[in-house]
C-alpha cells in the first residue's frame, strides 16, 4: 500500500530557529496538505496545496509558515522562528485528483518539540 | 462544512460490536460522510466513506439512514489494537473541489481485555 514519508519522525529545536519539515506524498496525488496536532488536542488543518501553489490555509498559517515542494517529490513546511507554542505532532496528507474510495493518506508525523 | 456530533468517549470488551453514532443534521445534498482512525502518535488513517444506505468493506460497517442525519459507525468484534480515536467527517469528496478535511474532537474508544 503506497505511503506518505515524513522527515524527521522527531525534531527538537531552540525557540526561534528555524525548522524544515519534509514529506513524500503518494507519487500519483496532487492535492498536499499539512495538519498539526497539539498534544491532547484535534487534529488542525493548516494548509492545502495544489499546482504549485496554496490553495486554502487557516489562520493558524500565519507569515511565520510556509510551504515548498522544491522538486517533483517532496513536500515541504518551514516555520521561520519558531515558539514554543508550535511543538506538536505535524502530519503530512495527500489525495489524489479524482474522488477516491481512500480519502486522504496521512504520514506518520514529525513530532516538533520547541524548547 | 456540515457540523458534526459524536460521544466523546466510549469503553467496550474485547469481542463485542461497537456502533459509534455520529450527527450531522445539516448534511448538504453533495456531502459524503467519511470515518477516519487515529491510533496514539500517528496520523489519521481512512477507514470508510459513503453516501447513503450501507457500506462494508474489510474493516468496518457504515449505516446511513435515509435523511442522512446521523451515520454509525460498526466495528465487528474489536480486539484491543481498536482502541483509538475514531473521527466523523462529512464533505464534498475529492473530485468536487479541494476541500481540505476539517477534524472535531472525535470518539475516544477504549477496549478492554
Known amino acids: 500500500e503506497p505511503e506518505v514519508t515524513q522527515t524527521p519522525s522527531h525534531q527538537v529545536t531552540q525557540m526561534g530557529q528555524e525548522v524544515i519539515l519534509r514529506c513524500v506524498p503518494i507519487s500519483n496525488h496532487l492535492y498536499f496538505y499539512w495538519y498539526r496536532q497539539i498534544l491532547g488536542q484535534k487534529v488542525e488543518f493548516l494548509v492545502s496545496?495544489?499546482?504549485?501553489?496554496?490553495?486554502?490555509k487557516s489562520e493558524i498559517f500565519d507569515d511565520q509558515f510556509s510551504v515548498e515542494r522544491p522538486d517533483g517529490s517532496n513536500f515541504t513546511l518551514k516555520i521561520r522562528s519558531t515558539k514554543l507554542e508550535d511543538s506538536a505532532m505535524y502530519f503530512c496528507?495527500?489525495?489524489?485528483?479524482?474522488?477516491?474510495?481512500?480519502?486522504?493518506?496521512f504520514g506518520s508525523g514529525t513530532r516538533l518539540t520547541v524548547v | 462544512l456540515a457540523k458534526t456530533t459524536q460521544p466523546i468517549s466510549m469503553d467496550s470488551y474485547e469481542g463485542q460490536e461497537v456502533n459509534i453514532t455520529c450527527s450531522h443534521n445539516n448534511i448538504a445534498t453533495n456531502d459524503y460522510i467519511t470515518w477516519y482512525q487515529q491510533f496514539p502518535s500517528q496520523g489519521p488513517r481512512f477507514i470508510i466513506q459513503?453516501?447513503?444506505t450501507k457500506v462494508t468493506n474489510e474493516v468496518a460497517s457504515l449505516f446511513i439512514p435515509a435523511d442522512r442525519k446521523s451515520s454509525t459507525l460498526s466495528l465487528p468484534r474489536v480486539s484491543l489494537s481498536d482502541t483509538a480515536v475514531y473521527y466523523c467527517l462529512v464533505g464534498e469528496t475529492l473530485n468536487s473541489g479541494n476541500t481540505p478535511l476539517v477534524f472535531g474532537k472525535g470518539t475516544r474508544l477504549s477496549v478492554i481485555a
Open positions: 496545496f495544489y499546482n504549485n501553489e496554496i490553495s486554502e
Open positions: 496528507a495527500s489525495s489524489g485528483p479524482t474522488r477516491s474510495n481512500y480519502g486522504y493518506t
Open positions: 459513503g453516501y447513503k
